[in-house]
């Protein structure tokens, strides 16, 4: 079996974690923690690829996926500028 890595994106909630895979709608999953989420999206990431190569779906190209850094005094001198124009 070939391994495809997928970007999935992690967020707080009130009562833990949640996950969901962008290139793939309707994969989620949700855990207590970071640690019980990741393994629980890895599951439903299978489970998903499975019943679309079931179904015959075209399995989609995992999107690229970079973190941009940005300095977030600059953002708030940029929004005091533009809160004086308005």
């Not at 992690?10 to 833990?16: I, N, R, V």
């Not at 779906?57 to 600059?74: K, N, Q, R, W, Y």
């Amino acid at each position: 079996m070939a391994m495809i890595k997928y970007p999935v994106v992690f967020e707080a909630s009130a009562t833990g974690m949640s996950a969901y895979v962008p290139d793939l709608p309707g994969c989620i999953a949700t855990g207590k923690n970071l640690e019980q989420t990741r393994k629980r999206i890895a599951e439903a990431l299978e489970v998903h690829l499975s019943a679309m190569r079931e179904d015959g779906d075209l399995i989609p190209e995992p999107s690229h996926v970079e973190l941009i850094e940005v300095d977030t005094s600059a953002r708030s001198q940029a929004a005091t500028a533009s809160q004086r124009y308005c």
